[in-house]
C-alpha cells in the first residue's frame, strides 16, 4: 500500500540520537493544540506487524500494486484469497495502550487532529474521532467500476459463502491485511464482483503505487496549518505521503516530536525523538498530565 514498494530509504550515520526521556511529549501535549501523525509502529502492540522495522513485512513480502491489482485477474484472485484470509486476523485485532492514550488526549481537548497512515481503524476503535485515514481504510471496499462503497464485513462474509471450506495456514500476516500464501495454497479462489454494476472491487485504501486522494492531501495540510505543534508515533516517514506533513511543520517554524524507537526519516526536522516503546510512553505520558486512559476501547475496531 501507499508508495511503490521499491522505494527505500537507509537511515544515514549523522542522524540526531533518541532520548529516553518522554518529557518532550510532556510538553507538547501541555501546550495543547497538538496534531497526531501516526504510523504502522502503533499498532504493533495490538499484533499488527509493521513494514520497516528489523523483522517488518517489506523484508519477506512485496505488497499488490494498484497495477498489478487493476491488469491483471490472476493478481485479483491472489490478492483477494490471502487479503480474505488476513482479514479474519486483522479484523480481531483490538486497540493498544497508544491507541487508548490517544483517543484520551483527544477526550481532554489536547490534540486538534488525528492523522492515520495506517489502514486497520484502531484509533476509532479505540474512541478518537477527529481522524483522518490517509490511506484509505481495510474497513471498507470500493468499486472501480461505478464508484459504490460497501462494507468489507460483509464482502467477508459473501467471500466465505463463495469459497466453503478455504481455511489454508497462513506463513504470516502483513500491515495490508494481507496473508502470505503460496499460489497452490490460493488454488481457484473464487473472487466476488460488486453488487451494483458487477465490476472489479477493490479495498477502499491507496496500493503502492497509486497517490493519495489530493482533497485528502489538501485536508491533512490544513489540519498541520492550523495546529501548535505535530507529534508524530510508529512512523519511519520512509514514504513521502507522510513525511511531507513532518517538513510542512518544521518549515512553518512548528514543533515536532518524534516516538519512534528507531530513526526516521524526519529526525533533522524535529527537536528531538523519544526512542521508546510507544504504549508504555503514552500511558507514562497520560499519568503526567493526569489524563485517565479508558482500559477497554469503547467500539469495536
Not at 537511515?11 to 497526531?36: H, I, Q, S
Not at 496473508?179 to 491507496?206: E, H, I, M, S
Not at 526516521?264 to 503526567?288: E, I, K, M, N, S
Request: net charge positive; hydrophobic share 40%; proline share 6%.
Amino acid at each position: 500500500m501507499r508508495m511503490r514498494p521499491t522505494l527505500s530509504w537507509t537511515p544515514a550515520g549523522d542522524l540526531p540520537p533518541g532520548t529516553t526521556d518522554p518529557g518532550p511529549v510532556v510538553e507538547l501535549l501541555r501546550a495543547g493544540g497538538v496534531l497526531v501523525l501516526s504510523g504502522a509502529g502503533i499498532s504493533t502492540e495490538s499484533g499488527i506487524p509493521d513494514y520497516r522495522s528489523e523483522g517488518g513485512s517489506l523484508g519477506r513480502h512485496t505488497p499488490m500494486t494498484y497495477q498489478d491489482f487493476t491488469a491483471s485477474a490472476q493478481a485479483r484472485r491472489r490478492y483477494w484469497a490471502r487479503s480474505h484470509l488476513g482479514w479474519r486476523t486483522f479484523g480481531r485485532a483490538r486497540p493498544n495502550a497508544g491507541h487508548r492514550a490517544v483517543a484520551a488526549f483527544e477526550r481532554h481537548g489536547l490534540l486538534s487532529g488525528v492523522i492515520s497512515q495506517n489502514v486497520d481503524g484502531l484509533h476509532q476503535a479505540a474512541g478518537s474521532e477527529d481522524v483522518v485515514e490517509l490511506h484509505g481504510s481495510l474497513s471498507r471496499v470500493v468499486c472501480l467500476s461505478c464508484g459504490a462503497v460497501g462494507s468489507r464485513r460483509a464482502l467477508a462474509l459473501r467471500l466465505k459463502e463463495a469459497n466453503p471450506g478455504f481455511a489454508p495456514t497462513a506463513a504470516a500476516i502483513n500491515p495490508d491485511g494481507d496473508a502470505d500464501l503460496t499460489d497452490a495454497q490460493v488454488g481457484d479462489f473464487r473472487v466476488l464482483p460488486c453488487l451494483v454494476c458487477g465490476g472489479v472491487l477493490k479495498p477502499d485504501v491507496v496500493f503502492f503505487g497509486e497517490t493519495v486522494p489530493a482533497p485528502r492531501v489538501e485536508r491533512c495540510r490544513r489540519l498541520v496549518r492550523e495546529a501548535r505543534s505535530l507529534l508524530v508515533l510508529g512512523s519511519s516517514l520512509t514514504v513521502m505521503s507522510g513525511l511531507r506533513f513532518v517538513r510542512q511543520a518544521a518549515e512553518a517554524g512548528k514543533p515536532v516530536v518524534i516516538v519512534n524507537r528507531d530513526p526516521t526519516r524526519g529526525d533533522h526536522h524535529a527537536l528531538t525523538r523519544v526512542a521508546l516503546p510507544l504504549g508504555a510512553t503514552l500511558t507514562t505520558v497520560a499519568d503526567q498530565l493526569h489524563v485517565r486512559i479508558d482500559a477497554e476501547a469503547a467500539e469495536e475496531a
